[in-house]
T-cell receptor, first 114, second 113 residues
Framework: DAKTTQPPSMDCAEGRAANLPCNHS???????VYWYRQIHSQGPQYIIH???NNETNEMASLIITEDRKSSTLILPHATLRDTAVYYC???????????????FGQGTILTVHP | DAGITQSPRHKVTETGTPVTLRCHQT?????MYWYRQDPGHGLRLIHY???????DKGEVSDGYSVSRSKTEDFLLTLESATSSQTSVYFC????????????FGNGTRLTVT
């Protein structure tokens, strides 16, 4: 699976957009970009994923560059409850030898302050 | 989330005793995974399953075994627990392919004294 690089920490003011970057320069053509977050000691929570097009759901938007070497997760109106560790993961195809498993890095600690 | 139940939620055991953690899912997902999470190491894959009776090792499988005799249950066994296996254990399930997300349980906190 391709390795990802994220900043170790970021801050955001409540109500503002949080933009979390991720570099994945060695991503392969059939690998998806996934974002998860983990709040305190809970299990990781799925946020969004994409292959090459931008994606949006009720939680966030995912912007993937045209060359697919980087992406940005956008939380449009951050709240205090969005304070968490955010993981950007490049996921191999379940049909291949990786069996669709997720390989977690260290993630970005996002702190949303009042 | 996604009908995943991990049991027990907390357990304290002594070094050398066997321990079995259970992951039960109600979503009929094909893939199931066991991760452990430790400070400074993040989440690491222990074992995974790609179908009933089909399992394989992850990156930190030493000291652990798994079994999957039916779709809904994935068991993680520590044959002889050691203090280094004190950790939080998470189970995850996935429907199929790389275009469907994995969903995680709420974890089991295991302390080996």
């Amino acid at each position: 699976d391709a390795k990802t690089t994220q900043p170790p920490s970021m801050d955001c003011a409540e109500g503002r957009a949080a933009n979390l970057p991720c570099n994945h320069s060695t991503i392969s053509g059939n690998e998806y970009v996934y974002w998860y977050r983990q709040i305190h000691s809970q299990g990781p929570q799925y946020i969004i994923h994409g292959l090459k097009n931008n994606e949006t759901n009720e939680m966030a938007s995912l912007i993937i560059t045209e060359d697919r070497k980087s992406s940005t997760l956008i939380l449009p109106h951050a709240t205090l409850r969005d304070t968490a560790v955010y993981y950007c993961i490049v996921r191999g195809n379940a049909g291949g030898t990786s069996y669709g498993k997720l390989t977690f890095g260290q993630g970005t600690i996002l702190t949303v302050h009042p | 989330d996604a009908g995943i139940t991990q049991s027990p939620r907390h357990k304290v055991t002594e070094t050398g005793t066997p321990v079995t953690l259970r992951c039960h899912q109600t979503e009929n997902h094909r893939y199931m995974y066991w991760y452990r999470q430790d400070p400074g190491h993040g989440l690491r894959l222990i074992h995974y399953s790609y179908g009933v009776k089909d399992t394989d090792k992850g990156e930190v499988s030493d000291g652990y075994s798994v079994s999957r005799s039916k779709t809904e249950d994935f068991l993680l066994t520590l044959e002889s627990a050691t203090s280094s296996q004190t950790s939080v254990y998470f189970c995850a399930t996935g429907r199929d392919g790389s275009n469907s997300p994995l969903h995680f349980g709420n974890g089991t906190r295991l302390t080996v004294t």
